[in-house]
């Protein structure tokens, strides 16, 4: 099965306040190798984004007016979805926003049975220390350098790299054993004959000569 990293943007930090989702990104990986499947929208919040929300992501009001609306996209969102697991930084945020969402189009929310919360994880491992995703970030030397404004599918990005550290595995690389089990396959193997060949006895006197006479000369 699939993971599914997920990252959303909002006009704020509350769905009590009608605050609504401006963007949502998911990248597929499999074994947490990109598959290449990436699902991204940026949505008509169908309201006016404040001004903090403007400076955190960058989406203004007027870009987003001509935007697909959140019940545009649900169906195509949750097909992407599916029946994978989702790894999402701080899932009590985005959970809610999009169950809230969900809810308001009569539409079947998310589970949290399907949650893997990286912030959960990374607060369990680093009790007591920053664990935003840009501390993560910095902790694990992760390139921050694109990030100059919050953007779900750069911090999709982002959570994927984190996340492998913070299950202190290596970063998945494309798999070269079949090559590696071929050359294995054709390599010589060299079987050594144990037989002893005893020296005849003219190869003997011939030895014996030798070590008497060259053996004594000078040779430096």
């Given amino acids: 099965m699939s993971e599914i990293f997920l990252d959303i943007e909002t006009t704020g930090l509350n769905f009590k306040d009608n605050h609504k989702i401006v963007e949502i990104a998911c990248i597929e990986t499999n074994e947490l190798i990109p598959t290449k499947r990436i699902f991204h929208k940026i949505i008509n919040p169908e309201r006016n984004v404040p001004d903090e929300a403007f ?5 203004s009001s007027d ?27 701080n899932a009590k945020f985005d959970i809610p926003f999009l169950n809230h969402e969900l809810n308001l189009i009569k539409k079947n929310i998310i589970s949290k049975n399907k949650i893997i919360d990286t912030l959960e994880l990374s607060r369990s491992k680093y009790p007591g220390s920053s664990n935003s995703l840009d501390a993560l970030c910095k902790r694990f030397n992760v390139d921050l350098s694109k990030r100059t404004k919050h953007n779900a599918i750069l911090d999709c990005e982002l959570l994927r790299e984190v996340y492998i550290h913070l299950l202190d595995a290596k970063e998945p690389k494309l798999s070269f054993s079949t090559k590696v089990e071929k050359e294995n396959n054709h390599r010589k193997i060299v079987n050594y004959s144990k037989k002893i060949v005893m020296p005849t006895e003219d190869e003997l006197k011939s030895h014996n000569l ?11």
């Fill in 210 to 220: 030798f070590l008497k006479t060259e053996l004594k000369k000078n040779y430096f």
């Fill in 55 to 59: 400076r955190v992501h960058g989406y």
């Fill in 63 to 89: 870009f987003l007016k001509d935007k697909p609306k959140f019940r545009e996209i649900a169906d195509e969102l949750l097909n992407f979805i599916g029946e994978n697991d989702l790894v999402i930084h």
